[in-house]
């Protein structure tokens, strides 16, 4: 089973699928729209998995609820 959370340097990340499936939208969509919504995301591996903060993914959550309410 893959790894879907980490911590690194006191930071929570998610993996891209598991951050997909928080934001409910697909993995490609999010690919898209991870820099321009400006999402904190790391790499710790040269070619290796992206991860999004999840602090980052609740400011964007909490953005879009803005938005829509």
């Not at 991870?34 to 591996?45: C, P, S």
């Amino acid at each position: 089973m893959p790894i879907s959370q980490i911590i690194h340097d006191g930071q929570q990340y998610y993996s891209l699928a598991a951050s997909a499936r928080l934001l409910g939208t697909s993995v490609a969509n999010l690919k898209k729209i991870m820099v321009k919504e400006g999402l904190d995301w790391t790499n710790l591996r040269v070619n290796g998995p992206l991860w999004i903060s999840a602090e980052s993914i609740n400011s964007y959550l909490r953005r879009m609820k803005k938005q829509s309410g």
